[in-house]
Structures are given as C-alpha cells and as structure tokens.
C-alpha cells in the first residue's frame, strides 16, 4: 500500500500525470487490511471493548463473561460478515460489477468480509477454548 501510495503521489508531482489506478487501489487495500486487522485484533484479544465489567467481576464469573462477549463476537460475526459478506460477493459477483480503473469484479474485493468474519469466528471459538482451559483471564487496562 505505501508503494502504491508513493507511486501516485511521484507520477501526480513529479510527472504531472496521475495514475488513473492507484487511488482506487489504495482505497481496496485499506479496506482489505482494516479487516484483516480487525479479524487480528479478535484474535490477539485486543478488539475494542469497555472493560468495566470485566475488571470488575473474578474467577468464574468473569469467565463466563468472557464466553458471552466471546458468542456475541461469533453471532455478529456470523451473521453480518459470513452471511451478509457471501451474500454481497454473490450479488455483485451475479451482477458483474467492475472496479472502474482496475476492471476487477468487485466481488473479489469484497471476498475480504466473508474471510474475516470466519477468522473472527474461529479465534473467538479458540479464545473460548482458552478461557475454559486457563484458571484465570488476563484483563489488559490502559
């Protein structure tokens, strides 16, 4: 993305012809690494989250605390980005949408939302493993 980023600012100053694909493809890659990192941020417990509760409460309660916001995460997930996600990369995919500079179907840039939310599902599912298998939760405050 930074080379990308870099190439269009060189040909927009230094050339004074802009690339006609590089916003467009920065945009994508944005898109694909916001996800990715959300998807990450599950996975490494770092998601955003209000930890009033959490710091509150201990031993089993706060487990079970942690396996509720952890099937709240796998519900959303399931439901907006799995289904609604192969939902909008089949409607487009159906619909032969392109990208207007790179001429790609846009259901491949949209694949991305399907993809983290089953990444989200399964290190909810393996933080919930975790928690059941570990005597005790580590609640990280800023």
Not at 35 to 49: Q, R, W
Not at 101 to 126: E, W
Request: proline letters at 4%; aromatic letters at 10%; charged letters at 15%.
């Amino acid at each position: 993305m930074i080379i990308n980023v870099l190439w269009q600012v060189a040909t927009r100053f230094l050339l004074k012809d802009p690339s006609s694909f590089t916003e467009e493809l920065a945009r994508y890659l944005l898109i694909w690494t916001g996800l990715l990192g959300a998807a990450y941020a599950v996975g490494k417990k770092i998601h955003l989250a209000i930890d009033l509760l959490p710091t509150i409460l201990k031993g089993k309660k706060q487990k079970s605390l942690q396996v509720i916001i952890n099937g709240f995460i796998i519900l959303f997930s399931l439901f907006v980005f799995i289904i609604g996600g192969i939902r909008l990369v089949y409607i487009t995919f159906l619909l032969g949408q392109l990208s207007p500079a790179l001429q790609v179907p846009l259901a491949y840039v949209y694949l991305i939302v399907p993809i983290s939310g089953i990444c989200m599902v399964v290190y909810s599912l393996l933080n919930i493993i975790d928690d059941r298998n570990n005597n005790h939760i580590e609640v990280i405050s800023n």
